[in-house]
């Protein structure tokens, strides 16, 4: 009789544990998602130009994080989770380069596919309309200029510049090696000057 | 020196660039960020599915083990193999127990018997004419 109560405690107090471990990780993994997402939506949006499909793109990357790999360390999931957001990214750029062949095949043109930066643009908090001006066009050519580099390019420069990966984090991310982030960042940034100018000097 | 400059160049320019990003960040609406807000709670509920699926099948789960345990135990047990063998040995003991043969004798007695009277009928006539 006794030994059943004790092994009833030790079952409760198990189940105790294991239930706060995972609110613990969820927590966790909430605090993740909260800090990352605006970058994620920013970084996927500036990729595919429509941000109602970048949200999307990021809640997509959110569930499957979640969903798969919610029990790996909580620092893996930086890499994991812009893995599979370039992954989701490069996958919707397919589809669209099919849908625009099938269209033009059908002798229709890629009307929604008007992207206006402005229209897109943010509303503005706490600066004066010069500065805001001056940033929103600053970022405006920015993203224009990154919108022309080659995609590996883009990818290494936003991971490592916006999210602020590491070198073995993007390569992570990216799904390559160290040595290639390197490259591909580096005439990112030598192509990203070039095209930008003596105003980003 | 001019890789030094360079690389300070780099920097520079990256560090530029963050800034703008940041700032695009910043001013995100405030329906784009509820809708992130949507979208996060939406996948931390995946979490909550999947846990509660695990528990919602562990019962069948362990059903499921308990029976493919009682069918092994069954099919896998020493007394039904030790009652087969002896079986198998008793067939082959009757087929070649001595009666068997004595059985292959008497055909061959009852063939000669066989033999003989016909041999017997067709010497009857001769045996009337004498």
């Excluded at chain 1, 990214?89 to 033009?104: H, K, P």
């Excluded at chain 1, 960042?185 to 000057?193: E, F, G, I, K």
């Amino acid at each position: 009789m006794n030994a059943g109560v004790a092994t009833f405690a030790v079952s409760c107090n198990g189940e105790d544990r294991t239930g706060v471990s995972t609110l613990q990780s969820e927590a966790k993994l909430n605090r993740f998602f909260a800090e990352v997402e605006k970058r994620a939506l920013r970084i996927a949006e500036i990729n595919i130009r429509d941000r109602d499909e970048a949200l999307d793109l990021v809640q997509d990357a959110m569930i499957r994080l979640a969903r798969n790999y919610a029990g790996r360390p909580d620092k893996e999931w930086a890499p994991l989770f812009y893995r599979i957001l370039q992954n989701r990214i490069r996958d919707w750029q397919r589809r669209q380069v099919v849908r625009n062949r099938v269209m033009v095949w059908f002798g229709k043109g890629n009307e929604d596919n008007d992207y206006d930066p402005v229209a897109a643009a943010p509303d503005p908090a706490g600066r004066s309309p010069d500065e805001e001006l001056q940033t929103h066009e600053a970022m405006q050519s920015l993203e224009a200029a990154i919108s022309g580099l080659p995609a590996r390019q883009r990818e290494a420069f936003m991971l490592r510049t916006f999210e602020g990966l590491d070198v073995a984090g993007t390569a992570t991310a990216m799904g390559c090696s160290q040595g290639s982030v390197k490259t591909h960042y580096s005439r990112a940034v030598h192509s990203l000057r070039e095209t930008l100018g003596e105003h980003w000097q | 020196m001019n890789e030094r400059n360079d690389v300070t160049a780099e920097d520079t320019f990256s560090e530029k660039a963050k800034a703008a990003f940041d700032e695009s960040v910043d001013n995100l609406d405030g329906e784009t960020r509820s809708r992130l807000n949507r979208g996060r709670q939406a996948a931390l509920a995946e979490i909550d599915r999947k846990r509660s699926a695990w528990i919602q099948w562990a019962p069948a789960g362990g059903v499921a083990a308990a029976t493919l345990l009682a069918v092994v135990l069954w099919t896998g047990n020493p007394a039904v193999d030790e009652l087969a063998a002896p079986a198998m040995a008793a067939d082959i003991e009757i087929l070649l127990t001595e009666d068997s043969l004595e059985m292959l004798e008497d055909l061959e007695f009852y063939s000669w018997i066989e033999l003989s009277d016909e041999t017997d009928e067709a010497m009857e006539p001769a045996n009337n004419v004498g």
